[in-house]
């Protein structure tokens, strides 16, 4: 596969005094287009007011910081006013309506990941804005909008034009907004900071899994999700995707060296990364990381709402389960290094902590 592999930044879109919408593109990051992902991040300031919109993709939302309520409209036209917080995964299945909005001083900032089969471009997010200067019926005429809407054409006029901000606004101190709803959080929201651990390993890291079991919309949104923290200077084992799903991660915190090899036994990516970056893994590709001394901390989706995982190194590890004549065979060593090979990594698994 001869596609770039190098993990990127996010570039902002458009943004004001409420806050900045910002995106990956896939002519930055090609791997966005072939695996059909989109990638953007969304940064309240205080008072900031992100409006009403529908996307063209399902999404998973995660909280990177702050706190904040998220107003999410189904299809079946229910708004769900959401108590949000720093950790937090959401599911967002396609057709919904979302908004967001930031009351507290410190800066809200949301990440977004979703599956971009359904969207009128493979690799982005195509956003329809009920308002704004860029809303849907400002393109209508005063008339085709009053008539819709069934109000004289200077109230259409009003309505359509009073808003001229775009996308994000910032509003008035004092300004009354939906009250959240703690139920509201019910079957939608996961905190993955506060979720019990599906892999704790001491000096080595830890795993929370977003899956149909502790979320059950994912499934509706078709993609699973986990939050990994990397202990400082450990290593995650080398590993891949034996169902053949492609694994898109951000770096939430930290820093640290990733290694990525294709199929055929080639490198096709050894870089640094650090907070902020976005990579993608493609199918079958093997990957392992190795956490720079203050750790490393990253959320990532998966192209299937329950993901299985093969590791090639530790206790879990295919080497565990072959006998001994047929890693000598294989290998082509002698049963002394087979057994030194074999005696090793039969305790940890996933993750190791730094040699001693």
């Known amino acids: 596969m001869d596609v770039d ?9 458009y943004g004001g005094d409420g806050g900045s919408y910002h995106a990956w593109c896939p002519n930055d990051l090609p791997m966005l287009k072939e695996g059909n992902i989109g990638a953007a991040k969304l940064a309240l300031s205080k008072n900031g007011f992100a409006l009403p919109k529908y996307s063209d993709s399902a999404k998973v939302a995660y909280v990177l910081q702050g706190c ?6 189904l299809p079946e036209k229910e708004e769900k006013v959401v108590p949000i917080k720093k950790g937090d995964a959401i ?15 410190t800066e809200l900032v949301v990440l977004f990941l979703g599956d971009t089969k359904t969207a009128h471009k493979a690799g982005s997010f195509t956003d329809m804005y009920l308002t704004g200067s860029n809303g849907i019926f400002t393109g ?13 054409e200077s109230v259409a006029k009003t309505l359509v034009s009073s808003q001229t901000a775009k996308g994000i606004v910032k509003l008035d101190a004092g300004s009354q907004m939906p009250e959240p709803k703690q139920g509201h959080r019910d079957g939608m929201v996961l905190n993955c900071e506060e979720a019990p651990l599906d892999v704790d390993i001491k000096g080595g890291g830890k795993v929370v899994v977003l899956n149909t079991k502790n979320l059950p919309l994912v499934g509706e949104v078709g993609l699973g999700a986990d939050l990994v923290r990397l202990n400082g200077s450990a290593m995650c084992s080398p590993g891949f995707s034996c169902d053949s799903a492609l694994q898109v991660t951000y770096i939430v915190r930290g820093s640290g060296r990733v290694q990525v090899v294709g199929p055929d036994g080639k490198r096709v990516l050894e ?9 993608i893994v493609p199918r079958f590709f093997v990957v392992s990381k190795i956490g720079d001394p203050d ?16 590791h090639l190194a530790g206790r879990t590890s295919t080497w565990k389960a072959l006998s001994p004549q047929v890693l000598q065979a294989a290998f082509k060593v002698s049963p002394d290094v087979e057994k030194q090979f074999s005696s090793k990594r039969t305790a940890e698994e996933i993750f190791f902590p730094p040699p001693n």
Not at 68 to 73: D, K, L, N, R
Not at 140 to 152: D, L, P, Q, Y
Not at 271 to 279: D, Q, R, Y
């Open 140 to 152: 209508f005429s005063t008339e085709f909008v009053a008539r819709a809407w069934n109000v004289e």
């Open 295 to 310: 750790g490393m901390e990253w959320f990532s989706i998966i192209s299937t709402p329950n993901p299985m995982f093969t």
């Open 271 to 279: 870089t640094h990364i650090k907070a902020g970056c976005l990579f």
């Open 68 to 73: 904040g309520v998220a107003g999410i409209v």
């Open 5 to 13: 592999l190098t993990p990127k930044l996010a570039k902002q879109v």
């Open 91 to 105: 599911a967002l299945p396609f057709g919904v309506v979302t908004w967001w909005y930031n009351k507290d001083d």
